[in-house]
């Protein structure tokens, strides 16, 4: 399965016009935080209607995407936040943590960028679940739009049986083999949940508990997940 082809593009979903919202310069350079912050805006209020993400975390749920995330890289945005938030980790924990170059999405060979990837999705869709509600209709809108955006028979599938699941954050930890990947699952999941829902707040915090995540690696996570949010 190419999970990272087919997260990329969700994320990149809506790109050309969230770019053409946005006074930041396109050529701002990947490890540049700030110019990635100039770069993006919010995405929500049905702004990426008909794409399949707008439906996996529709305006229905009150959600607001991290612009950080949709546009630059799609994906590789988001390892750039991950990477900032456990860099700025290792270093305000000297003598106490690994302090080995983290191996975020955006920094990996193929073949670990795709299982990073199957993490982070998976991670995605347990969050557009976390307050309880995808009915048969929207589950069958999003197959169609998975299907336009990837005609691998074995990755809609795997998406269906996701979607499927009865809701596990252990389940969904359990995918995390890396920090840094657990890292990148609970910021992706943290960037669309609305944490002022009940369900959707407690969902999230038993993630990071599941996800085993040092207290002051979330507390960084936070930290840079509200700085993208108030980009």
């Known amino acids: ?84 938030a456990y860099g700025n980790w290792q270093q305000q924990n000297k003598g106490t943590v690994d302090q080995h170059e983290p ?10 960028a795709e299982l990073h990837s199957n993490a982070i999705l998976k991670a995605l869709i347990g969050a557009a679940k976390a307050d309880g509600h995808i009915d048969q209709q929207e589950r069958e809108l999003i197959d169609s739009e998975i299907a336009k955006l990837t005609s691998d028979f ?10 499927a699941k009865a809701l596990d954050p252990a389940d969904i930890a359990s995918a995390a083999t ?13 960037l669309v949940i609305n944490e002022q829902n009940y369900m959707e707040g407690a969902y999230l915090q038993e993630l990071a508990r599941q996800l085993k995540l040092p207290v002051e690696l979330k507390a960084e996570l936070d930290f840079q997940a509200k700085q993208a949010l108030a980009a």
């Not at 190419?2 to 490890?31: C, R």
């Not at 191996?103 to 670990?112: G, N, S, Y």
């Not at 890396?178 to 943290?190: F, G, N, R, V």
């Open 1 to 84: 399965m190419n999970t990272k082809a087919l997260l990329d593009q969700l994320l990149k979903t809506g790109s050309d016009l969230m770019q053409k919202n946005t006074s930041g310069p396109a050529s701002s350079k990947q490890s540049d935080i700030s110019s990635v912050s100039s770069l993006l805006s919010g995405f929500g209020g049905g702004a990426l209607s008909g794409g399949a993400l707008a439906l996996l975390l529709g305006s229905k749920k009150g959600r607001s995407l991290g612009g950080k995330v949709i546009t630059y890289g799609g994906l590789a945005a988001l390892g750039v936040l991950a990477y900032k």
């Open 103 to 112: 191996q975020t999405v955006d920094r990996l060979p193929a073949p670990e």
């Open 154 to 163: 074995s990755l809609q599938r795997w998406f269906e049986q996701e979607l």
């Open 178 to 190: 890396t920090e840094e990947m657990a890292a990148e699952m609970y910021l992706a999941s943290l």
